[in-house]
């Protein structure tokens, strides 16, 4: 543990947890601290830990969430009702079309469009596509090695941060949506995809097949270093 009192260590860690407009990894949390009082990954580890567990015991209406990018302090989603009147402008609702695309792309990635307009059976608008982008939920990771050379996209830790999520491996089955109802976009996924009876190969397995589906599909990225993907999706 550094020089600096561990009271005042966690009071600054909550603090910038609460007033950061985005996830603060282990790395950003340490730069806040001069080097001589720098606390080590395993310390700020543990004052993580705590927050947390302090956080869920009390009648709060905040708790900390770890996701792709780091750690951030969050509202609960049943407070919603009430703090959304905070905000002028309503949450965006998309459309079927946008959210059975997010979904197909985030459990069958690597793909190209042609792939999901084969899935959903219909053509892939190009505003859709643009939108993904973006918000930074999707990006193209290369392109395939077939005549064209067609762009193949993939989902991005902004995706995985805006859905509560540490990696792909903790995407829900496509059974387990109706389980999130507290998170309306998640829940719309679900409704679409039960509603156009798209059929999501990956969606049943266990996190270690998906993973393992995952990296088999990453050998067929070109143009692109295979770690660049592979730190892309998650």
Do not use: C
Request: no cysteine.
């Amino acid at each position: 543990m550094s020089l600096m009192s561990l009271e005042k260590l966690q009071a600054i860690i909550e603090a910038a947890l609460m007033i950061a407009n985005r996830p603060l990894s282990i790395a950003a949390l340490q730069q806040l601290f001069n080097e001589d009082e720098r606390p080590n990954s395993k310390d700020l580890r543990n004052i993580l830990d705590q927050l947390s567990v302090r956080l869920a015991h009390e009648e709060s209406g905040i708790y900390l969430q770890e996701v792709a990018s780091g750690f951030r302090i969050q509202a609960k989603a049943e407070l919603s009702p009430w703090l959304s009147k905070l905000f002028e402008e309503r949450a965006p609702r998309y459309s079927r079309a946008f959210l059975e695309t997010l979904a197909i792309i985030a459990y069958k990635q690597p793909i190209t469009r042609a792939e999901i307009e084969e899935i959903r059976g219909v053509t892939v608008s190009t505003n859709i596509m643009k939108t993904l982008q973006e918000r930074e939920w999707i990006r193209m990771l290369g392109h395939r090695d077939l005549p064209g050379k067609p762009a193949i996209y993939g989902t991005t830790k902004v995706f995985l941060d805006y859905f509560n999520l540490k990696s792909l491996t903790e995407l829900p089955s496509l059974a387990e949506f109706k389980a999130l109802a507290d998170q309306e976009a998640l829940l719309n996924v679900q409704l679409a995809l039960e509603e156009s009876n798209i059929q999501i190969n990956n969606s049943d397995l266990i996190p270690e097949e998906r993973a393992a589906t995952l990296e088999d599909s990453h050998q067929e990225v070109d143009s692109i270093e295979l770690e660049e993907a592979e730190q892309t999706i998650g």
